[in-house]
């Protein structure tokens, strides 16, 4: 079975400073992972994914996440938070073949001037 | 390129009213097709997921059904309505055209009275 552990509900951050969004994972078998972030009343855009490749990945925006299999961990960062980083993240597990895709309860992310 | 499209964007139906919520998807063929509802200030749940014209997976018994007519439509519906069926609802696609990704269109906002 898979499931994914976003550790935080809220985070809030100052700009200019790093931003750390946890997620753990679990899954039988080499996992799929992704972040997706979300603006007030939109659709969820893909930000990075991992697929057994590099284990750290680089997506949009400045944002990376590295995967820890010894930690079973995909934690998102960024060096420096701007305004416009401020919405709700959602880290996502899947593998391929199985078609589903299961998502973290999401962590929304302040960002204060 | 691929896009996705979900209509209406928002809605405001009473209770006991019927539901059609459309999906479809350009540019790619014989999609995976997902349903996801959000509810407000929770993560997704996966409502219905289809893997071909007429296939249909349902995760969770509720008051909402889902219909395939077509390769890259997907519909959602309601005979009668119920307060607990508003939400924010979400299409996705994905497949072995996505790289094992899910893209999600911008949502429809349901809130019954």
């Known amino acids: 079975a898979q499931s994914v552990t976003q550790l935080d509900s809220h985070v809030s951050v100052s700009e200019g400073t790093p931003v750390l969004l946890r997620c753990n994972y679990s899954?039988?078998?080499?996992?799929?992972l992704f972040w997706y972030v979300q603006h007030p009343n939109k659709g969820l855009q893909l930000l990075l994914k991992y697929t057994s490749a590099a284990t750290l990945v680089k997506g949009i925006n400045g944002f990376e996440a590295e995967f820890k299999k010894s930690e079973t961990s995909f934690h998102l960062t960024k060096p420096s938070a701007h305004m416009s980083d401020a919405a709700e993240y959602f880290c996502?597990?899947?593998?391929?073949?199985?078609?589903?895709?299961?998502f973290g309860t999401g962590t929304r992310l302040k960002v204060l001037a | 390129s691929q896009t996705i499209h979900q209509w209406p964007a928002t809605l405001v139906q009473p209770v006991g009213s019927p539901l059609s919520l459309e999906c479809t998807v350009e540019g790619t063929s014989n999609p995976n097709l997902y349903w996801y509802r959000q509810a407000a200030g929770r993560g997704l749940q996966l409502l219905f997921y289809s893997v071909g014209i007429g296939q249909i997976s349902s995760e969770v018994p509720q008051n909402l059904s889902a219909s395939r007519p077509q390769d890259r439509q997907f519909i959602l519906s309601s005979k009668k309505l119920l307060l607990s069926d508003s939400g924010f609802y979400l299409c996705?696609?994905?497949?072995?055209?996505?790289?094992?990704?899910?893209?999600f269109g911008e949502g429809s906002w349901l809130t019954v009275v």
């Open positions: 996502v597990v899947s593998t391929l073949g199985t078609y589903k895709y299961i």
């Open positions: 899954s039988s078998y080499s996992p799929s």
């Open positions: 996705a696609w994905g497949g072995i055209f996505s790289g094992n990704t899910i893209y």
